[in-house]
């Protein structure tokens, strides 16, 4: 029997190639016979670069750049298999997770770093970049990734502006002089799962900017400098960015690679589904299993077991979803892809217990089913 595993990282736990390797290791004391193919995925969140590159075969380049308060951090992107394409999280840049809780300060933050890996991958040669912008600490609107690259934001003295949130009311002129003449040669596909205006109740700073320790006033401000960067971007480079859909994400960044970059937004699983020739492996395989750390009815909203599910069916092949935990609604699920959800954990325990023993309680999933498989 064919097999073939497509799981989502375990949050706070396991890589997507772990959680592969792990139910390998089960499936494998049920019967060496089976033929097991691990493509790890995910859907443009935390862990897709190693996920990405684990699937073509692909490497890592570390980097150190400056992080969200501009104090240097040690960053990486991935290049996949093609040897073409590089892709980046911006999280590990000008992620949230690089500051401690009392640091995060929409206000001063900046997504520079983010531009400065863009500029390392071209100085390397990938015309291609694929950027995951989750995670982000930022609400600069991409200014601070467009400066890395070139641009220059000037206030009213002529003076370039600091490319952070606090001082996009500042920007009086948008300098394009100096901008890497090859990113206009570079293909930039932006990783976006939602659907965020760039401003308003919708928009970045009023549905995100409290998560990075925004207040109500800041909030305000926030939202008003978005809104008058959209309009010196509509003067300067003729691009209408405030009301797309996706152009809230990561602080404004999906809009900031729109205008800055001519980057087009697309779902990530998507992204991740077509770069990895999932459709190929789903074809080649006789069951397909997939996972991540949580299932629940949200699950069939674009998350990656769901993408991995629509990819299996169009091949008629079963799918099986397992996770540590089964949230509200999951039998919902049944009806959308998936013929069998199953949780991992076989006994009471804690948070801390089941990440503890994640490894071993995925490779017992694994037996389980190899056992289950033997009498289909």
């Not at 792990?22 to 097991?36: A, R």
């Not at 692909?58 to 040897?83: A, E, H, M, Q, T």
């Not at 073409?84 to 590990?92: G, H, P, Q, Y």
């Not at 589904?273 to 006789?286: F, P, R, T, V, Y």
């Amino acid at each position: 029997m064919k097999i073939l595993i497509a799981s989502d990282s375990f949050k706070d736990c396991l890589s997507g190639i772990k959680v592969g390797e792990y139910l390998t290791e089960g499936l494998k004391l049920v019967s060496p016979d089976f033929e097991v193919r691990n493509i790890p995925m995910g859907d443009g969140g935390e862990g897709t670069v190693l996920a990405m590159v684990a699937a073509t075969g692909g490497k890592i380049v570390k980097c150190r750049v400056k992080g969200p308060l501009f104090n240097y951090v040690d960053s990486y992107y991935g290049v996949l298999g093609d040897n073409k394409t590089a892709v980046i999280e911006m999280a590990t840049a000008s992620g949230i997770e690089l500051l401690s809780a009392n640091e995060r300060n929409p206000w001063l933050t900046t997504t520079y770093g983010t531009g400065q890996l863009v500029i390392d991958a071209i100085e390397r040669g990938y015309n291609r970049i694929i950027c995951c912008i989750g995670g982000s600490a930022t609400n600069d609107g991409g200014i601070g990734m467009a400066s890395a690259i070139g641009y220059r934001f000037l206030n009213k003295k002529g003076d370039e502006v600091n490319p952070v949130g606090g001082e996009l009311q500042l920007i009086e002129t948008i300098d394009m002089s100096e901008v890497d003449k090859r990113i206009a040669q570079t293909e930039f596909i932006i990783a976006c799962d939602v659907n965020n205006p760039l401003t308003g109740k919708d928009g970045a700073a009023y549905v995100y900017a409290p998560q990075k320790g925004a207040d109500a006033q800041m909030v305000a401000e926030l939202d008003n400098g978005l809104h008058h960067l959209a309009e010196k971007i509509k003067q300067y480079l003729n691009k209408d960015v405030e009301k797309l859909p996706g152009a809230g994400a990561a602080g404004g960044l999906g809009a900031g690679f729109v205008a800055f970059a001519n980057g087009k937004l697309k779902s990530g699983i998507e992204i991740v589904i077509e770069e990895s020739g999932l459709a190929s492996h789903c074809k080649w395989g006789d069951i397909v299993i997939t996972g991540e750390g949580k299932i629940d009815f949200q699950t069939k909203y674009g998350k990656t077991p769901k993408g991995v599910a629509d990819t299996a069916k169009k091949f008629g092949k079963p799918v099986i979803a397992i996770a540590g935990t089964l949230g509200d609604n999951y039998t919902e699920l049944y009806n959308a892809g998936f013929d069998l959800i199953y949780s991992i954990i076989d006994k009471p325990m804690n948070l801390e217990e089941a990440l503890n023993e994640a490894p071993q309680l995925i490779k017992n999933a694994g037996f389980t089913i190899g056992k289950m498989l033997l009498f289909t």
